[in-house]
């Protein structure tokens, strides 16, 4: 069966850090895409990062780039989000997901392109 179980999430003050974690089982990290995506109160989810199993290339949203890493560890199945510098705009409920294929630039955000997605982990970042 497969299963993404995100974790790590919490309160924290702005210009601190968090490290989200993505466990996945009943498949490998190696051969399909993570990708984080977050949904704030009152707005839609958005994608913040995607890391590609071939090539590890990885995308961005344009306001966590420079700010939060995305990275993979192949022996615990796992993909982390690194978030460093935090802002309150970062608050929201993040969620991780397995695309169905490897996606470019103009696709890794969008939903419909996963077909699996784990329980949210909240983020606070107080001011």
């Known amino acids: 069966e497969v299963q993404l179980q995100a974790s790590g999430g919490g309160l924290v003050q702005a210009g601190g850090s968090l490290r989200l974690s993505c466990a996945a089982s009943g498949f490998s990290v190696n051969r399909y895409p993570i990708a984080w995506f977050r949904q704030a109160p009152g707005k839609e989810r958005e994608g913040v990062s995607y890391f590609s199993f071939a090539g590890g290339n990885t995308y961005y949203l344009g306001s966590v780039k420079g700010r939060f890493t995305i990275s993979r560890d192949t022996a615990k199945n796992t993909v982390y989000l690194q978030m460093n510098s935090l802002i309150p705009e970062d608050t929201a409920v993040y969620y991780c997901?397995?695309?169905?294929?490897?996606?470019?630039?103009?696709?890794?955000?969008?939903?419909?392109?996963?077909?699996?997605w784990g329980r949210g982990t909240e983020v606070t970042v107080s001011s």
């Open positions: 997901a397995r695309a169905q294929r490897r996606l470019l630039t103009n696709l890794w955000a969008l939903s419909d392109e996963y077909d699996y």
